[in-house]
Structure formats: C-alpha cells, structure tokens
C-alpha cells in the first residue's frame, strides 16, 4: 500500500487544484465557487522521487453537523484516521482566517503529522498572507502555487522525512524483475568464439561453430539454468548470441548488415551484455565501439578475454587491456575484465557469477532519504564551483528510474554546474551506493518544473 496523504482546508483554498497537481491529471472538478468537492476524491501522486496516495476532502466548514456542509466536514474528520500525513492548505492572499484557525486547533489534537501549505503565493499580495501562516504552530509555511506549478520542489523537501521509507511497491516490482531469468547477450567481433562460449556453458553443441568468420547470423536465445559451483544455487539464464559486428565499411554484404542490425536488438533486450575479445588479437577500437554502444543503450556490461588458454604474455595482455579500458570507457570506470576460456571452460562460472551480480546494482533502488543523506555529505566534502561569482545551489536529488539507474539532481544556476563536477556527483553514487560499474544517468533540472518528463 502508498503511504496516504490528505490535503485539509476551509473551501476555496485550492486543494483540488493541488489534488490535481500532484497526480498529473484533472481528476478533481475545480471552480471560484467554494464548496465544490463534496466526496473525498483518491489518487495516485508522483512528486520527483515520491509515489503516495492523495485524498482531496471537502472544505471544513463551521456548520451543523447534520447539514450537507457538516456531514462533509464529518467526511474529513474521519478520512484524517487513515492517513500517515495531512497537507493544510491556506489561502496566502487571502490570508489566515478564524475558520483556519479553528482547522489548526483540532489538527493539533491529532495524532497525524502535518505540513502546512500556503497556496496561492504568486504576487506581492501573497506576503502578509504568507507571514501571517507562521501563527498557526505548525512551523514554516511550503510556500505554492498549486495552479502555475511553483514550490513544488519546496513541498517535495517537506514531504520527503514523513515518506522516505514508504515507498514498496516499486520496492516490490524490482524484486519481482531480479526473479526473471538474466538476459545475457554476448557480443564481439567476428570469430571471437561466442557460440563456442555458449555451447560450453550448455554443455552441448547447440550453436554452429567453426573457423569462418560470420556463421552466426541470426540472434539466438537459448534458456538455460546455471548452477553456481561456489553456492549450489541454480539460477535461471536466457543466453544470446549475436552476429559478430565488425567495421561498417567491412560490411558489404546485405545479409552481414541485417546480422549486425539484429545483434544491436538484441543488446536492446538485454539486461547485461558480455564483450568478447580474442586474446590472440588484443583489443581494437571496434571493440570499444561495441562497449560504447551497449553502456549507452543502458545496459550492464562486462568484458571477457577469450582464449586466455593460448594467450601470449598473459598478464601484459590484462594489464594493457585495462588501462585501455579505462582511457576509451571514460563514461564508465571499473568495467568488469574478466579472462576466460570458451574452449576449456576456465572462468565461465566466474562470468556468469560477475553477470548477476552486476545485473543487481542495474536493477538497485536507493531511497530517497539515504540518497540525500549521501548528498549532503558530498557538497560539504566538495561544495560546487561559483563560475564568476555567480553560486549554483544544489537542491536535493531522487532517483527516478532503475534498469539502468536514473538520477534527477534539482537545484539553480545548473546550467553553469561544470561536467567535472557533474562526474564527481555519478563517480560517488557508483562508489558509494553500491551502484559499481553499471551506466548512470543524471539529469539536472530546476527545482520550479519538477513535473517534466525525463527523456
């Protein structure tokens, strides 16, 4: 269940536009005349990074309890039992009423957590309003405008030590995706001796194989359950193999062109991809291609050293590939490296072990408040730059997306925050939130529009 939360106030303060605002759509009728809702009205909300159910109620009137006005007011009382938090909403240009008044003395008679909101901000006649909000014991004021979209991002702040740890449903769906069979792409080069790495995983010659280069042609998904030597447990795989992808201008034949076309659809569908290399060949820059593609299709990736069983100089061989990694991957540090042998066998569980492993981090949630717990730390150990003098704030930042992780960074000025800085930010994620070598996205954005899509 969403954690609820119940927006209270005298009619016409503009609950059902902020009702409306917080769930992306025109559920609730709005209207100048008070008194319009009369039901209570559930929705689902999406504030940045927090997902809670919302209850727009009718507006409190002083009336009798057994006149319409007083059954709505009865109507709110009793939805206020059910919910982890209320929103009072207050008209800042109109300023505080008696009948707010009257609202703040019972909601301090509850056992609900409260945050005031003061709407309707936009204007100079909004200020005395606004000041006059502080008198009602409930703390400083989340000042909005529930119609034009503003303090949203103020709301998100105020909102987020009361939900933090609320949120399992998508808590739940990750876990239910982890359960899936892993969806392992090989790719490479030509005669890299992916279909011979697949075979000896099944432990049959299920794909042809041979020396000619391009035998493979068609993407081929083959499931499979791999029992892991070290633990015992057995874990279910969808394997694919894919055409070899060599250089375009290579590609002169129709039929390796479609092949090609199909083994970027299948990295479309994965969820960890394995680059093969031939350790007789070194590493090209066709193969960095193929990495750069895969980690910018948002998949995981790991890179393995095939035919280590015949590699000359075999640690000069890792070393230099690595060091080679880490100048032409500079989007991603740490990529897994791994030596193996499709022909013997050698390090395949290790693979395979390292594939799940990192299909976890892709697939990680942090919460919202540990995030920013991480945040914080980081601007005190390096605060961002003042570009000529001018101060960029950072805000607060959520994640928005798993499978790969998504990040949105709030804050002003973020148009002059430099991509070191930028880098310092994704690089501490990684290294700190357990999120390793897997692609990251970060999307900066202005804490007034925290409603817009992410691309």
Not at 79 to 92: E, H, I, K, N, T
Not at 93 to 121: C, F, H, M, Y
Not at 307 to 336: C, H, M, T
Request: hydrophobic share 45%; aromatic share 6%; charged share 25%.
């Amino acid at each position: 269940m969403l954690p609820q939360v119940i927006i209270i106030g005298r009619p016409n303060v503009g609950k059902s536009t902020l009702f409306n605002r917080l769930v992306g759509k025109k559920l609730a009728l709005v209207d100048d005349q008070p008194g319009v809702t009369r039901d209570r009205r559930i929705g689902e909300a999406h504030l940045i990074g927090l997902d809670f159910a919302i209850v727009d109620t009718a507006g409190w009137e002083d009336e009798d309890p057994g006149s319409l006005p007083g059954r709505m007011r009865a109507q709110t009382e009793v939805s206020l039992q059910g919910a982890q938090l209320a929103l009072f909403v207050v008209d800042a240009r109109a300023g505080i009423t008696p009948l707010d008044e009257e609202i703040a003395r019972w909601l301090r008679g509850q056992n609900a957590s409260v945050v005031l909101v003061a709407n309707k901000v936009e204007g100079r006649a909004a200020e005395s309003g606004l000041l006059e909000a502080y008198g009602l014991g409930f703390g400083d004021p989340v000042a909005i405008s529930a119609e034009h979209g503003e303090g949203m991002g103020d709301l998100f702040e105020a909102l987020l030590p009361h939900l933090e740890d609320l949120q399992q449903e998508e808590a739940a769906e990750e876990v239910d995706e982890l359960s899936g069979p892993l969806k392992l792409a090989i790719v490479g080069r030509p005669n890299a001796g992916k279909s011979t790495l697949i075979n000896r995983l099944l432990g049959e010659d299920r794909l042809l194989t041979g020396p000619e280069a391009g035998i493979t042609r068609d993407a081929i998904a083959v499931d499979w359950q791999w029992t892991d030597p070290k633990s015992g447990e057995t874990l279910p795989a969808r394997l694919i193999d894919t055409a070899g992808m060599r250089k375009k201008a290579r590609i002169t034949d129709k039929l390796e062109k479609l092949a090609v076309a199909d083994a970027r659809h299948a990295v479309d569908f994965a969820e960890v991809v394995v680059l093969l290399l031939d350790a007789t060949l070194g590493l090209e820059h066709q193969d960095l291609k193929i990495a750069s593609m895969a980690l910018e299709e948002g998949r995981a990736l790991i890179i393995a050293i095939n035919k280590w069983d015949i590699a000359e100089d075999a640690s000069g061989l890792f070393n230099g590939i690595r060091a080679a990694l880490e100048d032409g991957l500079a989007q991603v540090r740490g990529v897994p490296l791994l030596a193996v042998s499709a022909r013997t066998g050698k390090g395949l569980d290790d693979m395979m072990r390292a594939a799940f492993v990192i299909r976890e981090a892709w697939s990680r949630r942090v919460s919202t408040g540990q995030l920013n717990r991480w945040f914080e730390h980081a601007l005190e150990a390096n605060p961002p730059p003042a570009p000529g003098g001018k101060r960029i704030k950072l805000r607060f930042i959520t994640q928005a997306k798993t499978r790969p992780p998504g990040f949105v960074l709030f804050g002003t000025r973020l148009d002059l925050l430099p991509e070191s800085y930028r880098r310092y930010l994704v690089n501490g994620i990684r290294r700190e939130l357990g999120f390793e070598a897997v692609p990251i996205r970060l999307t900066l954005r202005s804490s007034k529009n925290p409603f817009a899509k992410d691309g």
